[in-house]
């Protein structure tokens, strides 16, 4: 069973950074896709950035320019890093991982970015 766990969220203000970390309890060279996502109250949850397997990352219109998604496959880590935040990124970010035909979510950490 995999499991992940995030850290690194919590409060900035804007135009600050911020980095989440996603670590899973196996290797990680073996996942397929692997991605960050994010909800805000009252919305749906929705891809912020992606890493292939193959090195492509993906990134949402919203964030491109700004945030970096990358991994670390000796640590099991998953990164994000935020540049640059907005109010509007406020929102609880979570990892995912995607194995076969089987997906995984981390718990969720919450970032609050103040004006």
């Known amino acids: 069973q995999v499991q992940l766990v995030e850290s690194g969220g919590g409060l900035a203000q804007a135009g600050g950074s911020l980095i989440l970390s996603c670590t899973a309890s196996g290797s990680i060279f073996s996942f397929d896709d692997m991605g960050w996502y994010r909800q805000a109250p009252g919305k749906q949850r929705d891809l912020v950035a992606a890493?292939?397997?193959?090195?492509?990352?993906v990134y949402a219109d919203p964030v491109k320019g700004r945030f970096t998604i990358s991994r670390e496959n000796a640590k099991n880590t998953l990164y994000l890093q935020m540049d640059s935040l907005k109010p509007e990124d406020t929102a609880v970010y979570y990892c995912?991982?995607?194995?076969?035909?089987?997906?995984?979510w981390g718990q969720g950490t919450q970032v609050t970015v103040s004006k």
């Open positions: 890493l292939w397997p193959d090195g492509t990352t």
């Open positions: 995912h991982s995607k194995l076969g035909a089987s997906n995984y």
